[in-house]
């Protein structure tokens, strides 16, 4: 068999393909001939064919055979041998395969190795991918490499004990007496990596920053040196000395100085020492001043060195490269938070960023733009980012258009203005909004009653100019079904009123219909508008036709719409006005989870409203009928569902009325019916949100020696109060008051009255049926005042 | 921690990959694959960040480039490292394979991709940075270069000299010929 070709051979003939599928034939062969090479087991050549073999591993073509052979490598005694088997198991070998485990033996007695070189090699491997137990069983012997004298296996130590400690957190205790004079070397390669080990320490275990938090006196000293001492050539880079150990002491220093008192006024002299002594020519000296602002914003320092802080990130921000610019960026975005009037000097600055070419520094910019919107600069800034809007490409649309809604939620300063930011997204930027910002966007317009008017007619003129924007067509036709009238009529007050017909309205809405860009959604929003202008447009023919066509739509949603208000036109035209009608004012829930809060004066009382959350209602409607038959023609009122309104108009008063039901036992209970042995007792609450509901509990006993079964409680009460009965617990009264029947009724007493209630029993006593009327009058006055 | 090192060159062909985390083979080619797309789009006058593609790691990897003439040097790094120190410590990376191979070139890096490893291995090591300091990197690469070459030749030391006396040159691709110093490699 020839000498396998060398690696440089095989790489100028892979050169020479000319097609990929050359390419893949040289390589297969050579390939082949590799495998017959390592079935030979041949010592001498076997290094050749794992470079090659590596080589065609990273252009991508498997190389798992090699594995084995990487292994046999490091065994060997030679270190050409071990060079390339270390290389070739740091790029071939991983925790996944078995096979690693078999390198521990070797990398051990590596570690042990006369040549610093080849124990420099076990290091770097094991540092690179050593597996939890490869690192559970070697860390004693890096452990004892850190503490060698030789500087060139302490630096690579360092980094290993590193690793180790990032696959086996547990083993950062025994690393703990080597670190001791790690920080008096001399030689800057291990100082850097020790700073390294020393801050993956800190930020691993908070005793451990405890108990390094001492070292800060050593690091500024260091730190000192390094900026005192003059020209030093073997450290300089740029003519800064040792930058990168600069770096990496401010970092240590700022994990160090983060909310400890003592060791940030240790650290305050040299940060402002760097700050101002730095030269920024050069990407180096910025390199370190962006480290120290990174630091002076952490840690707890003197007001004067963080406004110093922000100036070098406005300097920053006016400097022409743009690496530094964007630095600076997101370095201010990180500050923005807690010093917001700081930054807010360069609000200029940045939303010139805006316009810059860098699609990296645009959406830093954007992203701080936002952070720094206030009530004071809203208009200005909402300009400009709708100017942004316009012109930025589609990646950054949906954020921002997002970014305005929530802007303008928090901070408009009138309705209008608000209504026309948002026409002004949705025109610009419709495909792009969030599929939440429809349903949020009317909500907001049913809010804001007076616009009305003004609303539907911008939306109106909107869509005659467009409709493929999705979300602004289907907010538009929601408002146009809601408020057709108002256009029609030509209400609008804040600009000139537009002439409309009724025709050119549903000409709009049937387009959208049939139009190809319509998604299925916005058509069963197009149909429902149409349907409620059945009752607010006298044409009311040309809707029924178009509805009854859709009546035979494919699309499923649709045709069920399309039944339903056919339905809705023969069947049931006696109550298409009510159900057709203006939808009520939404009231507004907190748009993030299910909890509605209270709010009273600004502050939130959640965990009242939790425990009154009302009841579902469950009222059977048979019993409504039997009460109108039963007391029909007296001042009564059959029973009606009432929702529960779920919040209150905000006032002051909440504040008494939450107080109000904590006192739950402050009403008495009273017996309202006690005859033939069945005992009825009323237990009273007040409902919570609305003072005016007044929750009565009946609780229903039997001292007869037999079961009341059938046992159907109904009430009935003057015009003047609402009332609602819920579902008893049972309806059979167990005999001599083994047990009650409870029944819980709601009376809405919005006037005040006292309260006067009918109540009739049925039951079932000894096998006859038995019917009983009452008036309850006894009310105690607490219970409707 | 850096993630990955890349150099690629204009058209996207690797000339050198190590990943400090594992991935499979092909999820390997495929981020060298997005990641040549990602930043050959990009303009000459634009800063050298960039948010990482979705392979590698999502939001909390920034990919930070410099390109040298035909090639691309890419560092992956996530929010641990300094974005400007790790645009010096590319530049430290390129002059010291300017001074091991003497005014470097592309085919300089195609031929002798396991050097550049070892030299890589000098710098970075699982991920963080080891040695800064290019004369110190360059004199542990050479010490163990000639390691190696005592290996190879132990009884015939001055043959080395010879051989290096007849040492071909290069034509390349580029019809380039030069006599290089090239350091041996026997693989």
């Known amino acids: 068999m020839p000498a396998p070709i060398r690696l440089r051979e095989l790489i100028r003939t892979i050169r020479t393909a000319r097609t990929q599928a050359e390419e893949r034939e040289m390589i297969q062969k050579e390939c082949a001939a590799i495998r017959s090479s390592f079935r030979e087991e041949d010592n001498t050549y076997r290094c050749r064919n794992v470079a090659k073999l590596l080589y065609m591993h990273m252009l991508g073509y498997p190389a798992h055979f090699g594995q084995l052979e990487c292994l046999k490598l490091i065994a060997s005694q030679k270190f050409t041998d071990k060079r390339i088997g270390y290389l070739g198991a740091m790029l071939l070998l991983d925790e996944r395969q078995d096979v690693h485990l078999l390198m521990t033996n070797c990398i051990k007695n590596d570690l042990n190795h006369s040549t610093q070189y080849v124990q420099g090699l076990a290091l770097c491997t094991l540092g690179c991918m050593g597996s939890s137990e490869m690192c559970r069983d070697l860390a004693g012997e890096v452990e004892k490499l850190l503490k060698t004298s030789n500087s060139y296996l302490r630096k690579k130590a360092a980094l290993c004990a590193v690793h180790v400690i990032r696959k086996v957190p547990e083993l950062m205790e025994m690393f703990l007496p080597a670190t001791k004079n790690l920080l008096s070397e001399k030689n800057h390669g291990v100082l850097h990596t020790s700073v390294v080990l020393l801050t993956e320490m800190c930020e691993r275990s908070p005793d451990m920053l405890a108990h390094f938090r001492k070292l800060v006196p050593q690091l500024v000293r260091i730190l000192k040196n390094l900026i005192m001492s003059g020209y030093s050539p073997e450290h300089d880079v740029s003519g800064i000395s040792d930058p990168f150990l600069q770096v990496r002491i401010l970092r240590l220093l700022r994990i160090l100085g983060k909310g400890d008192d003592d060791s940030s006024e240790a650290m305050n002299d040299i940060l402002a020492q760097v700050a101002t002594n730095t030269e920024t020519s050069k990407n180096v000296g910025n390199a370190i001043l962006y480290e120290t602002v990174l630091t002076i914003m952490d840690i707890k320092s003197e007001s004067g060195l963080r406004v110093l802080a922000i100036n070098i990130l406005g300097r920053f921000l006016l400097n022409n490269d743009k690496n530094i610019r964007y630095v600076a960026l997101t370095s201010l975005l990180k500050t923005v938070q807690t010093d917001h009037n700081a930054v807010q000097r360069h609000r200029s600055t940045i939303v010139d960023c805006l316009k810059d070419l860098d699609v990296s520094i645009k959406r830093r910019a954007m992203e701080l733009s936002f952070a720094l919107v206030n009530g004071n600069n809203i208009r200005g800034m909402m300009k400009e980012l709708l100017y942004f809007l316009d012109s930025c490409d589609p990646e950054f649309k949906a954020d921002c258009a997002s970014g305005v809604f929530l802007a303008a939620e928090k901070y408009a300063p009138s309705k209008r203005w608000h209504i026309d930011t948002i026409m002004r997204v949705l025109t610009t930027a419709g495909s792009y909004v969030r599929d939440d910002s429809v349903p949020n966007l009317i909500q907001l317009i049913t809010n804001s009653v007076e616009m009305h008017a003004y609303t539907v007619q911008r939306l109106y003129k909107a869509l005659l100019d467009d409709i493929s924007q999705q979300p602004l067509v289907q907010v538009a036709s929601w408002c146009i079904g809601e408020y057709g009238d108002l256009l029609v009529s030509g209400q609008c007050e804040e600009e000139e009123p537009i002439q409309v017909t009724e025709d050119e309205v549903l000409d709009v809405l049937e387009g959208l219909l049939v139009s190809n860009l319509s998604t299925p959604v916005t058509r069963g929003y197009a149909l429902t508008a149409i349907m409620k202008l059945s009752t607010r447009f006298t044409s009311v023919n040309r809707i029924k036709k178009v509805v009854s066509i859709y009546g035979s739509s494919i699309d499923v949603e649709l045709q069920q719409r399309a039944v339903e208000y056919n339905a809705l036109f023969k069947k049931y035209d006696h109550m298409r006005p009510a159900l057709l009608e203006r939808m009520p004012i939404m009231e507004k829930t907190a748009s993030n989870g299910p909890t509605e809060i209270v709010q009273t004066n600004g502050e939130a009382e959640p965990s009242v409203v939790e425990a009154k959350h009302p009841p579902p209602v469950t009222q059977p409607t048979n019993q409504a009928n039997d009460l109108l038959d039963l007391l029909g023609g007296n001042d009564v009122v059959p029973v009606i569902q009432t929702t529960v309104p779920t919040k209150p108009a905000s006032a002051g008063g909440e504040l008494l009325d939450l107080l109000g039901d904590l006192s739950l036992s402050g009403i008495p209970p009273m017996t309202a019916y006690n005859k033939n042995g069945l005992k009825i007792d009323f237990t009273f609450e007040r409902a919570n949100p609305n003072p005016n509901i007044a929750v009565i509990t009946i609780h229903a006993s039997n001292s007869t020696e037999a079961d009341m079964t059938d046992f159907v409680f109904q009430a009935a009460v003057p015009k003047t109060f609402q009332l609602q009965l819920l579902s008893p617990s049972s309806n059979v009264v167990p005999t001599l008051n083994q047990g009650t029947v409870t029944q819980v009724i709601r009376v809405l007493n919005p006037q005040k009255q006292q309260l006067r209630m009918r109540i009739k029993l049925t039951y079932t006593h000894k096998g006859s049926a038995v019917q009983d009327l009452a008036e309850v009058n006894n009310f105690p006055p607490q219970s409707w005042q | ?187």
């Open chain 2, 1 to 187: 921690m850096i993630k990955a090192i890349l150099i690629f060159n204009n058209h996207g062909k690797p000339r050198l990959s190590k990943f400090y985390e594992h991935y499979n083979e092909d999820t390997e080619q495929q981020i060298i694959r997005e990641t040549f797309h990602l930043v050959s789009k990009r303009d000459e006058n634009v800063c050298n960040f960039l948010e990482g593609g979705m392979l590698i790691g999502g939001s909390d990897y920034k990919l930070i480039y410099r390109h040298y003439a035909t090639l691309y040097f890419v560092f992956c790094v996530d929010s641990s490292e300094s974005e400007l120190g790790i645009l010096d410590l590319i530049q430290v990376f390129v002059e010291t394979l300017d001074k091991c191979f003497e005014n470097v070139c592309e085919l300089d890096l195609i031929f002798h991709v396991d050097k550049v490893h070892n030299i890589l291995a000098e710098m970075v090591m699982g991920g963080m940075v080891l040695e800064t300091n290019m004369n110190e990197i360059i004199t542990q690469v050479d010490a163990q270069n000639k390691m190696e070459k005592s290996e190879f030749f132990p009884f015939f030391s001055f043959s080395l000299s010879l051989y290096r006396r007849l040492s071909f040159s290069l034509p390349g691709r580029t019809g380039r010929h030069r006599q290089k110093n090239v350091s041996y490699c026997h693989v």
